[in-house]
């Protein structure tokens, strides 16, 4: 398997059919097609269910997707240090943020922060939490911020931030944007949702405490597709909600949940063992965490 196979395939995926991909990569369509089945047929897996007109991701091809995907930066970030070193920049900021809302997270940690040290460049992994951990672990990135309870690892340090409350996102016509309380979690029996990846082990357990069974209908990378899924296909959101999803709900309507656990909360990973750079200490420092 070639890297060019793995960045192909992300495109296809990140595309949504063959046929786009084909038209952003400018390669044939044939081609790509037998790529994906060499992928597969290399892996012993089927990766992707092709439909008339879009592609849609098997079990094992989200896992292939993810861990494609992360070869892709690893590649993209020895590319990248490499042209910093020869541009001159002092140093380079390697990072993991949560894709649900980078959008948040660049506003709040890199405003400011930008503007006071112009001559450091940046390596911003958007990337589900789960694989913040494993960046961090293995010096993809030397800071991960997951949005979950601070993993048990042994070799991690962690540093809690800040906490988001997760939040029912409906259409102004949907029967539960009726309702004027916060909305029990019984409430939601039966109704499909649109959840990102980030919080959904914290929605079924939740859920689970209420003998519920979350309908989960679609499952997204970022908060703004999962209120677009609701608005769009009459589904209900369930997100993280910040300052920056509200430039997105004019249309909609915001109902709390009354219940225990729908919150979650933003931690800083590094390793103890590793000493950090110039660049990522003053980033830390800068953001109120004290080492």
């Not at 008339?52 to 292939?64: D, N, Q």
């Not at 990072?95 to 006071?116: D, M």
């Not at 958007?126 to 494993?134: A, G, K, T």
Request: proline fraction near 4%; hydrophobic fraction near 40%; glycine fraction near 6%.
């Amino acid at each position: 398997m070639t890297l060019e196979s793995y960045r192909n395939f992300v495109t296809i995926v990140e595309c949504g059919s063959i046929l786009a991909a084909s038209k952003r990569l400018l390669v044939a369509q044939p081609s790509l097609s037998n790529q994906l089945k060499n992928i597969e047929r290399s892996y012993g897996a089927k990766l992707v269910n092709r439909g008339s007109r879009s592609i849609e991701l098997t079990e094992a091809g989200r896992i292939f997707y993810y861990k494609a995907r992360e070869m892709c930066r690893i590649e993209d970030s020895i590319r990248t240090s490499i042209s910093c070193q020869q541009a001159g920049y002092r140093e380079q900021l390697k990072i993991s943020i949560p894709a649900g809302n980078s959008l948040h997270y660049i506003h709040r940690l890199f405003e400011q922060f930008v503007k006071r040290h112009p001559d450091i460049n940046y390596d911003v992994y958007e990337i589900p939490s789960d694989f913040v951990v494993p960046n961090v672990l293995n010096g993809i990135t030397e800071i991960g911020l997951v949005r979950a309870s601070i993993p048990q690892y042994g070799s991690l340090q962690g540093f809690p931030y800040e906490s988001d409350e997760i939040v029912a996102v409906i259409p102004k016509n949907h029967r539960l944007a009726e309702e004027k309380s916060p909305l029990e979690v019984t409430d939601f029996i039966g109704q499909p949702l649109s959840i990102p990846f980030d919080i959904l082990n914290i929605v079924y357990t939740v859920f689970g405490q209420h003998t519920v069974a979350p309908n989960v209908s679609i499952i997204t990378s970022i908060n703004e597709t999962a209120i677009e899924w609701a608005r769009k296909f009459q589904t209900v959101a369930l997100i993280p909600f910040t300052k920056e999803d509200e430039k997105r709900i004019g249309d909609m309507t915001v109902r709390h949940v009354a219940a225990d656990g729908m919150y979650v909360r933003s931690v800083f990973l590094i390793q103890k063992e590793h000493r950090l750079s110039h660049a990522g200490r003053l980033f830390l420092e800068e953001i109120g965490i004290a080492l």
